[in-house]
């Protein structure tokens, strides 16, 4: 359980560090379910496999996989990891959780491509309100050398940003000079973005709200950065259908718009304050 000190912080900041949630030895069956997935061999097919670097035509990578439960059983029993989810309905302060949507995002040795600035809400509009936490949990140790992400300190109080891009700075030629590319406008009076990386060991958890804006640098290293991420969102959120808007998942929902979000493909994982069972 979380204290009373970390829970303001993250509702200050918009992100926790937690540190080491899972075991080695979870961590590692994490690892070899997502080698089974990326080889083809899992019981059954996540929803989908790809690569979203920003930067792909330079021959970046970043290889994402939505719905890893839906492949194999030990990230679905990773979904109901009990003290995640504990954790994830104090920050978001509710008694019944369910999940939006994992992914899978990996940056492969020396090519990982870098994970453009952006807020998660955005890009999900047909749910409302948000109010979404996820949970980062790196399968190897992730650091600023191979692509750990970093945030905006206090970013999620100011609301929806260009439709969830921020935008990144770099320099062809200098590799260190990475950040958000944002317009001062976006700024409230009297703030000020401040970046801070979130370093993290196998096994860890970084949790963040899903107006934080976040990132995450190449990774030029001879190590992988591989990382599960899981959208919680609490037993309010609605499914709501916005025209000319999709989701890659939306296929899934069986309710009808204005209703909570449930069903199958979006497990109830805490009921009445009971973390439940897969």
Known sequence: MLTEEQVASFRENGYLNYGLVLTPEQTAELRDALARCKAGSSPQAAESNRNISWG????????????MF??????RRHLYNEKIVQMV????????VRVWHD?????????????TWHQDHPYWPII??????SAWVALEDADEANGCMSMVTGSHKWGPKNGGTIG??????????WG?????????EGESVKVVSQPVKAGGVVFHHCLTWHGAPVNRTERPRPAIAVHYMPGWTRYEKEPGREHLVEHHITVQPGEELKGDFFPTVMENGVVLKP
């Open 180 to 188: 958000p590319d944002y317009k001062p406008e976006w700024i409230p």
């Open 89 to 96: 309905a104090q920050l978001i302060g509710t008694d019944t």
């Open 168 to 177: 990144t700075i770099t320099d062809e030629s200098d590799p260190h000079v």
């Open 128 to 133: 409302q309100p948000a109010d979404l936490v």
């Open 56 to 67: 792909k035509e330079k021959g970046f990578v970043v290889t994402q996989i939505v719905n």
């Open 70 to 75: 839906q492949a194999e059983e030990a990230f």
């Open 103 to 115: 992914q899978m995002q990996e940056k492969p040795a020396l090519v990982g491509g870098p994970t």
